[in-house]
């Protein structure tokens, strides 16, 4: 399986810079997959595809302000890093840049020393491990002195941190935002709810792998990077009442889709689960749980393009796409949303 059958052309011009002010009022194309029929909505018309009885499931990870910016102490030259994953106490996974120059021993202070870090090793990809030291609570100090992890293709300044969260975000631990579920609103989500749609929230902790370009020009040669996930007894047994009762289960994100995938037995059943995943979704999975999808645009070549082709067929997920680009949709991040039915 070639990377170059992911691929799509895409325009600079239709990657979203900024989130729209109305969360649901993104644009929406609907593409049903045993037909390939594509329909043009608004995202708060996703209530007239769900049905009483349906699970819509969601991720509640939020995402953790992981861009730091500080100094090494004994040259003062700048450093930035990145928080991927807390691997133990005080001690996490970063990227670093520039990482050449900061070897095993190097210590870095941010916030004229109100956080201080020193690299304790170089493990996969040339990622450090750096154990913090410090007075206080972790996770204030770090509200206090981080940014907001954007993706590169995000250029402009985000005015408000809290829209790259979405509203129901409660697990703190990712490095980018399950972007799908940006499209919901409380009011909607209670729409929903009131439409007698079951909710259930899972979680997944999203890591930089998702998102890292496909170097091996055979997919199958791909190696996806392990990231946390969490189910409960209740998210289960909410998923599994909707497939015992012939209902749907619609996946928010790829990220949700990616969690009930890993967990689930071959029957498809879920139990109360916690672990790690590297599992990677493309054409020729049998999806075990999910039914239907509802996701952003992803960029081309991508592991995420690739699960969407898995759902809804290559052929006919490049060619929505190609529809998308006709019709100017807003793609990535910040952009539109598609319901795979």
Known sequence: MDVKDFYYELPQEL???????DRAGSRLMV???????????????ITSYLNPGDCLVLNNTKVIPA??????EDTQAKVEILLLRRMENDVWETLVRPGKKCRPGTKISFGG???????IDVVEEGNRLIRFSYEGIFEEILDRLGQMPLPPYITHELKDKNRYQTVYAKQEGSAAAPTAGLHFTPELLEKVRGMGVEIAEVTLHVGLGTFRPVKERDVLKHHMHSEFYQITADA????????ES????????????RTMESAADESGRLCEKSGWTEIFIYPGYRFKVTDALI???????STLVMLVSALAGREQALAAYETAVAEKYRFFSFGDAMLIK
Do not use: C, M, Y
Request: charged share 30%.
């Open 246 to 257: 012939g209902h749907r289960v619609i996946a928010v994100g790829t990220t949700s889709t």
């Open 295 to 301: 996701t952003n645009f992803h960029l081309p070549e």
């Open 236 to 243: 289960a047994d909410k998923i599994n009442r909707a497939k």
């Open 67 to 72: 861009r730091l910016f500080g100094e090494k």
């Open 15 to 21: 990657i979203a810079q900024d989130p729209l002010e």
């Open 31 to 45: 593409l049903d997959r045993e037909t390939g029929a594509v329909e043009h909505k608004v995202f708060k018309d």
């Open 113 to 119: 020393g109100l956080l201080r870090g020193e690299i």
